[in-house]
């Protein structure tokens, strides 16, 4: 399974972006795919999450601001992400963890 992020790019601070990922292949028998970031100078951190039953969990830092979905029938992922701060910069990358990465989609956010 290849795993094709896009939808990043340069937005001002409250601002809005969507990010989708898009696989080659089925994710229905995914129990769990997320979105990760990795920020200038800083270790890659989970962003956000969501299992096969829909059950969702968020970094406190992006709780309220942003929305994981996805689509199996699409074999597709989505971050919704509102409010966007300039510390949300970084390069986005969507996973099944343990398994399969995409090279991610690279988020500015200017001041």
């Known amino acids: 399974v290849q795993l094709v992020e896009s939808g990043g790019g340069l937005v001002q601070a409250g601002g809005s972006l969507r990010l989708s990922c898009a696989a080659s292949?089925?994710?229905?028998?995914?129990?769990?795919v997320g979105w990760y970031r990795r920020a200038p100078g800083k270790q890659r951190e989970l962003v956000a999450s969501?299992?096969?039953?829909?059950?969702?969990t968020y970094a406190n830092s992006v709780k309220g601001r942003f929305i994981i979905s996805r689509d199996n029938a699409r074999s597709a992922v989505y971050l919704q992400m509102e409010n966007l701060k300039p510390e949300d910069t970084a390069v986005y990358s969507c996973?099944?963890?343990?398994?399969?990465w995409g090279h991610g989609t690279e988020v500015t956010v200017s001041s």
């Open positions: 996973a099944i963890p343990g398994h399969y």
């Open positions: 292949g089925s994710i229905v028998s995914a129990l769990v």
């Open positions: 969501v299992t096969n039953s829909g059950v969702t």
